[in-house]
């Protein structure tokens, strides 16, 4: 294959990726201009097999979308909802309660919570959230929030973003998701999500988080209006607040719905698309630990594909998603984690069941 990779042009970025030295962003551009997909790949699973051998993980994990209530009500997103609309809705704590105590016959270790940025809920129905959670599974890590609701919730607190996420985790937070980050280029947010925190408040919301104990997750939605160059620049922030913090768990390619949103108009991405936007992270982000491919977004099988592209987790077993499917995805509610494992033992990979931290919890 290495003779592949030069006849491709990439004789020089093999030597770096086999010297493990950075890439530069102009090699960023030769990669996402390339037709030849599987030279790409084949750098790519370099990385990810020297990062994380044969293993592929995936994690026992419920989902719980708390509103769709929000102030932003981005372009690209079909979930927010303004809290006239007939379709917003809010859970009472109650109702999460519930929501948890219907799944306790199940070996979750994730609860995996997210909403819009509510105009009135107060900041103590968020703390309140977390201890009716940890009440009923003490055990479970709760990995809630983004980067763009922490900011809120700071701002509801009036208090610091730091003094927030310490009051969060006395709660019972134990990280947070990587949703929010959309693509950090100020053009890109003007157009798509104008209300939404700037991109170099999500970062510094993050590095806040990595300095007070939590990890976090890091994303980028691509496929709408933004510039291979804007993709790139996002990945070289991400790369440079690792090299600061080392505070990412994941970097977790978000691919573009565009049903029901106000960005109907844009086609989703291709397979190809999503399989090179997964293996250039893999590349670009090589202080990154886990690189996953999100079957929710891009679908079980290409998600196996993707294995052979330089990820190395397939999430997990979700169920009840409804961000991406209130646009318009087709893919499954749910995956057993039966399935997971199937799916991963198809692809030629040893599955792993991981907690949120990625300490193993079994080996299949």
């Known amino acids: ?26 090699d960023g551009r030769r990669l996402y201009a390339t037709a030849n997909i599987l030279a790409l790949g084949w750098l790519a699973d370099i990385v990810r097999q020297r990062k994380n051998g044969n293993r592929a993980y995936f994690i026992y994990n419920q989902h719980i979308n708390y509103s769709n209530i929000c102030t932003n009500l981005c372009k690209f997103c079909a979930f927010g909802k303004d809290k006239t609309s007939a379709q917003a809705y809010e859970m009472d704590v109650d109702e999460v309660r519930r929501k948890v105590s219907e799944r306790l016959d199940e070996p979750i270790n994730e609860i995996h919570m997210v909403g819009g940025l509510h105009p009135d809920l107060p900041y103590s129905y968020y703390l309140d959230l977390l201890r009716a959670i940890k009440e009923i599974r003490p055990e479970v890590h709760i990995q809630a929030f983004t980067c763009v609701e922490i900011h809120h919730l700071a701002g509801l607190a009036g208090k610091s973003v730091g003094e927030t996420l310490e009051e969060l985790k006395e709660a019972g937070l134990g990280s947070l998701p990587g949703g929010g980050a959309e693509v950090f280029n100020p053009r890109v947010r003007k157009l798509t999500c104008e209300r939404k925190l700037p991109g170099e408040d999500w970062i510094e919301v993050a590095k806040t988080a990595h300095r007070h104990g939590l990890r976090t997750n890091a994303t980028m939605l691509y496929g709408h209006i933004e510039t291979i160059d804007e993709r790139l620049e996002h990945l070289d922030i991400l790369r440079r607040t690792q ?9 977790i390619p978000l691919a573009f719905h565009p049903k029901n949103t106000q960005m ?7 397979g190809i698309e999503d399989l090179r936007n997964i293996a250039v992270a893999r590349l670009m982000l090589d202080n990154f630990p886990h690189i996953k491919a999100y079957w929710v977004m891009i679908g079980p099988k290409l998600a196996q594909i993707a294995l052979s592209f330089g990820a190395d987790d397939m999430d997990g077993t979700v169920k009840e998603e409804v961000i991406t499917h209130m646009a318009g995805a087709e893919t499954e509610q749910a995956l057993g984690h039966k399935t997971l494992i199937r799916l991963i033992r198809e692809a030629g990979r040893e599955p792993i069941e991981r907690d949120t931290l990625y300490n193993v ?3 299949y």
């Open 243 to 251: 090299d600061e913090t080392g505070g990412f768990l994941a970097f």
């Open 1 to 26: 294959m290495d003779a592949f990779v030069h006849e491709a042009g990439f004789g020089d970025i093999l030597d770096k990726v086999r010297a493990g030295e950075r890439l530069s962003l102009d």
């Open 264 to 270: 109907a108009e844009h086609s989703g991405t291709t």
């Open 361 to 363: 919890l079994r080996t």
